[in-house]
């Protein structure tokens, strides 16, 4: 078990360009999350996936902002036309399935990837 | 709808003092809590959980959180710090209904050890 991994851990990009970050949970969790942490801000819930299926999207994800986990594995977030105001740390997290109540959630995340848009 | 504040933004304590970081958080349902830890370049690591039984829970290094239903808080209490404590610490809730995937943050506080 390596824990959550994520790729790349740092972004530097022009405004208007397209970045993708790829996540790979531990390998027995079937939920995954994205977050994201700006300056002086604690993490802000993205969407997260139950194996392959994207079951919630927060509003702040915008139709710029695009996450995949084909096949129920890894996950990739993407930011099409990226703007000064994508620039923050994305995180990803996972958990197994559990029989207890959902809330009780006991996430493992990963190191971050962090995007500065120019 | 959940949320959590953390009124100090950063906190300096001497080494060996105590310290309290505090949690106040807002909801009209059960919930459960949390204490993250983020140390620097790494990703955020549960501290603590609080998710029903004894008020009081632990954590393996020393620190403890009391879960206050009629203050609405969480606090976060060491009796004794030391530098490699020095993170950044973060409150978090999820109500407990079923189906709920989401964890809320705080904004996070900065605790800073003097040696």
């Known amino acids: 078990d390596t824990g959550v991994s994520q790729d790349p851990r740092h972004k530097i990009t022009k405004r208007g360009q397209n970045v993708t970050f790829r996540c790979d949970p531990i390998s027995e969790h079937n939920r995954l999350y994205w977050y994201r942490q700006t300056l002086g801000q604690g993490p802000e819930f993205l969407t997260y996936f139950q194996n392959e299926a994207q079951l919630e999207k927060s509003r702040l994800l915008s139709d710029r902002f695009s996450a995949e986990r084909p096949k129920g594995s890894f996950s990739t977030l993407e930011i099409q036309r990226t703007e000064q105001g994508d620039s923050a740390m994305y995180l990803c997290a996972s958990r197994p399935r559990q029989g207890a109540k959902t809330g009780a959630n006991v996430l493992t995340f990963g190191a971050g990837s962090r995007l500065t848009v120019l | 709808a959940q949320s959590v504040t953390q009124l100090d933004s950063q906190v300096p304590v001497f080494e060996e003092a105590p310290v309290e970081l505090r949690c106040n958080y807002s909801s009209s349902v059960s919930v459960y809590l949390f204490w993250y830890v983020q140390y620097p370049n790494q990703g955020l690591q549960l501290l603590l959980k609080y998710l029903s039984g004894s008020t009081l829970v632990e954590s393996i290094n020393g620190f403890e959180a009391e879960f206050n239903k009629s203050q609405t808080s969480f606090h976060l209490r060491k009796p004794s710090v030391h530098i490699s404590d020095t993170a950044e610490y973060f409150c978090?809730?999820?109500?407990?209904?079923?189906?709920?995937?989401?964890?809320?943050f705080g904004t996070g506080t900065r605790l800073t050890i003097i040696p």
């Open positions: 978090a809730v999820s109500e407990a209904w079923f189906g709920n995937e989401k964890l809320t």
